[in-house]
Structures are given as C-alpha cells and as structure tokens.
C-alpha cells in the first residue's frame, strides 16, 4: 500500500506526517467502537458484532500503519537518552545554573 | 453482612500474602536508585505499565460510580466513562511528546517546556498540588473501602480504610514503584478475571442476555439498550450538547498533558516504559481495557436493574454490581471475589503513595530544599513521603464526607478552565509560562462566579456543568491569551533545546526554523536544500 509509508529514516519518522494523523484519527473510533461493541455483543445484538469486529479491524489498521514508524522513533531516540537524562539530572540539581 | 466460610478466608489470606510478597520481593530493585524506587529503572515492555494503567483506574468507587449512571442511563451512561478516551490520541501525541523530555513528573516537564522564574513557579505549584492531590484521592478511596467492608462486615468505616492501605504500603515502602508495577499486573489479572466471572454471573442471574432484552421491553425500558439515548439536545439531565462537550475534553485533550486528572498518574507509567513504543503502547492498551471493562460493567448493571428495577436512593442502587457478586456467587467464589475488590483497591493505593511521594522527593526535596542528595537519601526521602501520604491519607478519608462535595468542586475547577491551556503549552510555542500561570490563578477566581457566586446573586442563571466548562473556558481565554501576548516567549535558545529533544506537534514554525539554522536538525536541511 504505497499510500501507507512502511519504511521510515530516522528524520523522517521525527516529523509529524501523515500516518500519525490516521492513528490520531483511527484511535479515538477504535475506543467507540470497541466500547459500544462490547456491551452490545454482550447484549446478543448483531449491530454490537458488527461494531465490535470493526473496532478490532480498525485497531489492526492503526497499529499497521503507525508501528513502523514509533519503531524508528524509539530506535533512534534511544541511542541519544542517555545524554539527556545526564542533563536532566543536572537541572534537576541546578548544576547547569550554578555551573 | 455477608456471611463467609473458611474458603473465603483463604482465597483473601492467600492474595493478601501472594501480593504484599511479591510486591516486597522487588525489594532490592527498588532501592537502587531514585529512578528505580519511582520509574522502575524506565526499562518495563509496554504491557506491564499497561496493566497498571488498567489496575490503578480500577479502584473501590470505580463499580459504584458506573453502576450509578449506568442504572440512571442505561448503557449510554457509559459515556460519562468515556473521559478516560483522552489517551486515544494522547497514546500517540502527548505521551510521545512527554516521554521524550524524560521528565519524572509533570512539575519537572514545566522546567523543561518554560524557562526561568516562571517555570520554577509552575515546577513549585504543580507539585505542592500533586502531593496534596494524590494524599485527598487516596483518602478518597481508602473510606470507599471503609464502606465495603462495612457495608459486608459491619466494621466500622476507619478499619476498612486502614487495614487495607497499611497492607498495601508495605511493598509501596519496601520496593517503590517496581512494587507497585508488579503487584498491579497480577492484581490486574485477578480484578479483570472477577469482573468477568461477576457481571456474567448477574446476567445469568438475570436469564440470559435475551432475557434481559425481552424484559427491558416489557417494562417499557428497552431505551436503556440504546447508546445514544439522549434527553433532546439542550434538554433534560442527559443531553446532546453534554455529550459533544465531553467528546471535545477527551479526544481533543488528548493533545494537551493535564487535560484529565489522570494525566499524571498515566505521566509515571509513560516515564516507566523501555521506549516510545512502549510508552506509546502502554497508555493506549490501558485504556482499551479500562473502557471495554466499563461494557463488561454495563451489560451486567442491566441485568441488575432487571432484578431490581425502581430503587429510588442512588446511594442504595450505586451498589448494585457488589450486590450481584456477594448475593448470587457460590460460597468459595464469595472469597475470591473480596480477594479481587482488595485487589482492585490496593491497586489504587499502591500506585498514589508512590506518585505523591515521587513529587515531593524529586521536585521538593531534591529540587529546592537539598539538590545535592544522594540516590540513597532519595530512596530514604520517598519512603519517609509515602509514609506521610499514607497518615494524610487516614486523616482525609475520615472527614471525607464533610469535604468531598468542596473537593470535587475543586477537581472539577482544575479541570475546566486550564483545559485550553493544557493544550496551548503543547502545541503553541508561543504560549509562555506567565500564560499558564495566569490560566491557573484566573480560573480559581473565575471557577467561584461562575458556579456559586454570579448564579447565587441572579447574575447569570444556573448553568449546567458542560455550559460552566465553555463559559469558563471562553473567560479563561480573555485572560491568558493577553497576558501571553503582552510578555516575552520563552527564550528561543531554551525552546530550540525542547524542541529538538521532544519534538512538540503544532505552531512550532520559529522554533524549528532556528533549529535548522543552528544545523540541528540536519537532515531536514538537506532534504530541504538548505535552512529557510
């Protein structure tokens, strides 16, 4: 699906592009669907099936399309936190201010 | 009073011992560092603080509180449940966002997000606040407990309240948070476990769900089955305009960090998990399984009410899912089912002693009374909090009734107007922390007129509560938008540096400008061809 980018570089996968904009668009209908559908599934009603098999669907969808990208995110975030969390610690400890 | 046998004894002795053990287990990772006794050393897979976001949103008042509207409302009642669904995007927005800046707690974050005195000033409110917030729900909670094991026991309220959160503060104090991590996954599974044993247990109860769908339509009531059923769109108790309102505070909240009360119990769990990913994760599978939890409750409220239709006092039918599991279960399953609500409240407990005590050791203790303390006197410090917060904790819960109906005015102010501005200090780089700080002083004074003081003297009329929320969100705005204009943004070296490590989404266009000028964010500017 080339609509879809499965293949992220790490400068890439820090901007904010589409295929977060589907899983910030995806994930708030997941929650309906999966709450609604639960309860109406739980009732025997065919439109809680429905609903609930939609939910799950679309939850598969979101995860799809955003996973490869959180994964680049992560993998490169990483690699640079130590050094944050070093300067984390001085602020915390005003080192930084004090010099 | 329910009566128990030996087996109900032992399924509560054995999870009793199962969770403190396994809670004080940990003890030796705890103590390790400050990072360890209060983020688990940032190293959890996303499902394990994913089942505590699920066990800590899973406390004694939360059956009573969804069996109420629920019973009101029918299963569109579970909309007023639906506040929880500000993770959705949070999951991929904020929480990426927050977890990037590493910051411990909230308090820390404004250090990082605003510069200089201000900051400070937000850093010093926030977590005075928070302390004082986590001790309030923890009493809040523990006296629910109190009425449970009164309303089983006939104890009087004072023991329920403090036998069972000492129990809990046990594994809180021996191994901090890799304690409370732990205890809440398995406490997660037995609470999870209960609930479905339960809720269809009560629909069984009932005949069956066909049953309860013939019956409700007998009785006239089968809009109780309808999600959407409102009382018209301004009218009633129950409207449209109610339910557009919430939408908007929990999915577009999302955006923002603070937008729920929840927001900084879930900041921990971010800061806990390994990656983004799981950060990312963690919040989002919480919360899938807190709101289907919520179906599971409703389905089995229904049958309740087909049980027990017309109770009049909300007090008496707020209980009606304890009842199905202590009136309709086996002897045996009685136990197992008090063992789960332990479970269900200790959870709680657990997870707001070690978050109030985080506040105070890392932004008031190391922060401003002793920078230069060691990771061992940190240990030291948050143990002696959690000990503080727990004896606070006693001391609210007894005079609860008294000051729960001020507090949750009190909630309910932080909440609506600095929603906006929850938002605005994610997403607009030109939001400063004067803004902020004004959106929170503005709204205590403003919250006051427009609940209590303009309705009393004829002023305005009384507003519901969706109406208070736009009206105090519109006079929020004509207050912090000027003063963030009418002072200086926050040092545009300080932004690039947040920036860069968080990478905020929203009107950051000067920002990122200047970071790509200063060369740090490279390879934009190559693809670019060159920094505008």
Not at chain 2, 151 to 164: A, H, R, S
């Amino acid at each position: 699906m080339g609509f879809i980018k499965r293949n992220w570089k790490p400068w890439e996968a820090d901007e904010w592009r589409k295929e977060d904009w589907i899983a910030i668009i995806l994930s708030p209908l997941c929650y309906i669907l999966l709450m609604v559908g639960t309860v109406l599934s739980i009732l025997l009603n065919i439109w809680g099936f429905i609903l609930l098999a939609l939910g799950v669907f679309l939850t598969w969808l979101m995860h799809w399309v955003i996973d490869p990208k959180l994964k680049m995110i992560s993998s490169e975030y990483e690699k640079k936190q130590h050094d944050y969390l070093e300067e984390l610690e001085r602020n915390a400890r005003w080192e930084e201010i004090n010099g | 009073m329910v009566q128990f046998q030996f087996l109900d004894w032992f399924w509560v002795v054995l999870f009793l011992m199962v969770t403190v053990g396994l809670g004080v287990a940990f003890y030796r990772l705890g103590k390790r560092s400050e990072s360890d006794f209060f983020l688990a050393g940032r190293g959890l897979p996303w499902w394990l603080p994913a089942s505590s976001v699920y066990a800590t949103h899973t406390a004694t008042d939360t059956p009573i509180w969804v069996t109420g509207v629920v019973y009101k409302y029918g299963i569109a009642g579970l909309w007023y449940t639906f506040f929880a669904a500000w993770c959705a995007i949070s999951a991929f927005v904020s929480t990426r966002i927050f977890r990037r800046s590493l910051a411990y707690t909230q308090a820390e974050w404004n250090t990082i997000r605003f510069h200089g005195l201000g900051a400070e000033m937000l850093r010093g409110w926030i977590s005075g606040w928070q302390v004082f917030m986590n001790m309030f729900i923890l009493g809040w909670v523990g006296i629910a407990m109190g009425k449970v094991c009164n309303y089983l026991f006939g104890w009087e309220l004072w023991i329920g309240l403090v036998l069972f959160s000492s129990l809990c503060a046990i594994y809180v104090l021996a191994a901090g948070y890799w304690g409370v991590i732990m205890a809440d996954f398995q406490q997660g599974i037995i609470a999870f476990l209960m609930i479905i044993i339960v809720s269809v247990w009560g629909i069984m109860a009932a005949g069956g769900p066909s049953m309860i769908a013939e019956k409700l339509t007998s009785m006239g009531q089968a809009w109780r089955m309808n999600p959407f059923a409102f009382t018209g769109w301004f009218e009633g108790d129950f409207p449209v305009a109610w339910f557009i309102t919430m939408m908007i505070i929990a999915v577009i909240g999302g955006f923002g960090m603070g937008t729920s009360i929840d927001w900084y119990v879930e900041a921990q769990r971010i800061q806990s998990a390994k990656s983004v990913r799981d950060a990312s994760y963690s919040i989002w599978w919480g919360t899938a399984l807190v709101l289907t939890r919520n179906s599971v409750w409703a389905a089995a409220i229904l049958a309740f009410y087909v049980i027990s239709p017309n109770i009049p006092t909300q007090a008496e039918y707020e209980l009606g899912w304890f009842k199905l599991g202590f009136e309709y279960l086996p002897v045996g399953l009685i136990g197992f089912f008090f063992a789960a609500l332990i479970a269900i409240h200790v959870s709680t407990i657990a997870s707001h002693l070690n978050l109030g005590a985080m506040y105070f050791t890392r932004d008031l203790y190391l922060h401003y009374f002793k920078p230069t303390a060691s990771e061992k006197e940190l240990v030291w410090v948050g143990r002696i909090a959690t000990l503080i917060l727990l004896l606070g904790s006693f001391f609210y819960g007894l005079m609860m009734e008294d000051i729960t109906s001020w507090l949750i005015f009190a909630l309910w102010l932080m909440a609506a107007g600095i929603w906006l501005p929850n938002i605005l200090q994610v997403v607009w780089w030109r939001f400063n922390a004067w803004g902020y700080l004004s959106a929170w002083i503005a709204n205590l004074g403003l919250s006051w007129l427009v609940v209590w003081i303009l309705p009393h003297w004829g002023v305005i009329p009384p507003l519901p509560d969706y109406q208070q929320f736009w009206l105090l969100m519109l006079l929020g705005a004509l207050i912090f938008i000027p003063v963030t204009l009418l002072t200086k943004h926050e040092p545009m070296e300080h932004l690039v540096k947040y920036y860069v490590q968080a990478r905020p989404i929203g009107w950051w266009g000067p920002v990122k400008r200047e970071a790509q000028k200063l060369g740090l964010l490279t390879h934009v500017e190559l693809k670019n061809g060159g920094a505008k």
